[in-house]
């Protein structure tokens, strides 16, 4: 019964090594698992705050094409309301014209002024609608930009 208990606990001990050696096995397996999901985690975390960056930067350029575009629309407005009143110049220097193609006695100097005057004001709104003209479109593409941008943001995030 001697030698019995002996190899039942050579036996036990090989079963305890072999648990030790699974445990330690398992432990190992562990800690990698362990490690890899905080490099996992960091990972993640580091790409949301580059996508909260992005995002952050893609509303300030926004905010700031808005507002390009609503100071572009001011002055169209403004260069609107200097056209009205160009034509309504041009308007009685047209029924000034006619009155000296009639034969009425007018002031040829005051005449030529007015045209003058009424030309080089209607110089002035062109360029300037030119200009605004340009930052329209400028703004226009710049929020296209902006909404692709944002679009590429939603397929990114889907992913």
Known sequence: TY??????N????????????SW????????????QLKASLAKEKREAQ????????????LQLMTQRALEAES??????QEIFIL?????????????LKAGQTTDLGAVKHNIDFALQNLHKIITSAN????????????????????KSTGKISEV
């Open 87 to 99: 034509q309504g110049e041009l308007e009685s220097s047209k029924v000034e014209n006619e009155n």
């Open 24 to 35: 330690e096995s398992q432990a190992c397996t562990v800690r990698r698992l362990e490690r």
């Open 131 to 150: 200009w605004s003209i340009r930052q329209l479109t400028s703004g226009a593409e710049s929020l296209h930009f902006v909404a692709e941008v944002l």
């Open 3 to 8: 030698d019995v208990l002996r190899e039942e």
């Open 75 to 80: 002055n169209v407005e403004k260069l609107k």
């Open 50 to 61: 580059e996508l909260q960056s992005f995002v952050q930067r893609t509303e300030w350029s």
């Open 10 to 21: 050579a036996m036990l001990r090989r079963v305890v090594r072999s648990m030790q050696s």
